[in-house]
Nanobody, 125 residues
Framework: QVQLVESGGGLVQAGDSLRLSCAAS????????MGWFRQAPGKEREFVAA?????????YYADSVKGRFTISRDNAKSTVYLQMNSLKPEDTAVYYC?????????????????WGQGTQVTVSS
């Protein structure tokens, strides 16, 4: 039983930055893979970034955001973040936080068990 709540979305101009937060409740957050996905109107939900802790903390990103976005986590606060820099209009979407208690480090939607409600990010040109 995990609840996820995203925040930090908004309307920005191209080149601006936003920091999304996802606050989690439930057991053993520190052992979960946490992911960020996004969904634009009429499009499938797509992978953005994920972070897991195996032997060391491991993060990975979609090619479209690599070098611009950074995922991080604060296990003491049960919170995962997505720092988004150099935003582009094509980043416009609803951004969702997701959790995989089985800690698989997956990039696919189907492997995540828990989802937040989403937060809208709109980037104008």
């Amino acid at each position: 039983q995990v609840q996820l709540v995203e925040s930090g979305g908004g309307l920005v101009q191209a080149g601006d930055s936003l920091r999304l937060s996802c606050a989690a409740s439930g057991r053993t957050f520190s052992t979960y893979t946490m992911g960020w996905f996004r969904q634009a109107p009429g499009k499938e939900r797509e992978f953005v970034a994920a972070i897991t802790e195996w032997s060391v903390t491991t993060s990975y990103y979609a090619d479209s955001v690599k070098g611009r976005f950074t995922i991080s986590r604060d296990n003491a606060k049960s919170t995962v973040y997505l720092q988004m820099n150099s935003l582009k209009p094509e980043d416009t979407a609803v951004y969702y936080c997701a959790a995989d208690p089985r800690n698989r480090g997956a990039r696919e939607v189907r492997w995540y068990e828990y989802w937040g409600q989403g937060t809208q990010v709109t980037v104008s040109s």
